[in-house]
């Protein structure tokens, strides 16, 4: 079956609604030839005359009053889906996202935009899901609306990516440890005992690297998940972890933070979504949101 001219419903809305083929091509800014030829091809489709002679003027046949009504309906439909999004009523907004981030950035950036959201669209709920992977079929198939984390190379390449911070490698132990006092060295921080970050379970990093060139190697005590853990553990003992700094912000209280003394690489942490919600006014709202959330906490 062939598909059919959905501008031939543009036509039949006008001729049924003017009742006259002449005003029907006015209204369409159509000929009087182009609007015949038009009418024509509706006959045919619909295998109704639609218009019957009645003296000087036409009346719609039984099926023309049928369809009237439903081709106006359908008419107004599709007008409103093709034409620009209206303005976005956030207090009517009702509607929950789903963002999916790693470990800390709930704790650190979520209690200033759950209330920012609260305060503007208040039927708005945010869903936050935890990230054990970089890849992006979450974003592709719809069940995750934002994410966070580094751009790699298992990131969809029709992924956006919109820069949240920089962020850089800290060294954590609890308050009264050895490192919480005194200039940190590279010898003196490489033969502490430390905890390994790491969701495949590897035992070399960046920080491994940069001890390199000083002749140095950290002792792995420990492998961990999630920075989260790694924390935990610093916190309880003479274990060091070694975070994101702004990641890890609230995380952090009551311990004892400070600079690597090597040069560990900066990250830049990035908001990412699928294109298809690029027009999307509430998705473009919240992103917004965590953008400014974001810069608001250094």
Request: charged share 25%; hydrophobic share 40%.
């Amino acid at each position: 079956m062939s598909t059919p001219d959905f501008n031939l419903l543009v036509t039949l809305d006008a001729v049924l609604a003017e009742g006259s083929v002449a005003r029907a091509a006015q209204r369409l800014r159509l000929s009087p030839s182009a609007m015949s030829r038009a009418l024509a091809r509706l006959r045919e489709t619909t295998g109704d005359p639609l218009l019957v002679r009645a003296g000087r003027g036409l009346v719609p046949t039984p099926r023309a009053l049928e369809l009237r009504e439903r081709v106006s309906q359908l008419v107004q439909d599709a007008e409103a889906v093709l034409r620009p999004a209206e303005k976005l009523n956030l207090k009517q907004l009702v509607r929950t996202f789903t963002l999916r981030t790693r470990e800390g950035f709930v704790e650190n950036f979520g209690p200033g935009l759950i209330a920012r959201v609260g305060e503007e669209a208040p039927g708005v709920r945010l869903c936050f899901v935890q990230k054990p992977n970089k890849e992006s079929t979450s974003l592709r198939d719809g069940t995750v609306d934002l994410e966070t984390g580094v751009v790699g190379k298992t990131t969809g390449p029709e992924v956006r990516a919109h820069a949240l911070f920089r962020d850089r490698f800290i060294g954590v132990v609890r308050m009264g440890h050895a490192l919480s006092e005194g200039k940190i060295t590279p010898s003196r921080y490489a033969r502490g005992r430390h905890i390994c970050v790491s969701r495949r379970g590897l035992d070399k990093g960046p920080i491994d690297e940069a001890l390199q060139p000083f002749g140095l190697e950290r002792e792995i005590v420990t492998i961990v998940g999630s920075f989260s853990t790694a924390l935990a553990l610093a916190r309880a003992s003479d274990l060091i972890a070694s975070v994101p700094e702004r990641q890890t912000g609230n995380l952090r209280a009551g311990m004892h933070s400070f600079p690597l003394p090597v040069p560990a690489p900066e990250i830049t942490i990035s908001l990412l979504w699928h294109p298809r919600l690029d027009a999307d006014l509430a998705h473009r709202w919240l992103r917004g949101l965590v953008l400014d959330t974001c810069a608001a906490i250094r």
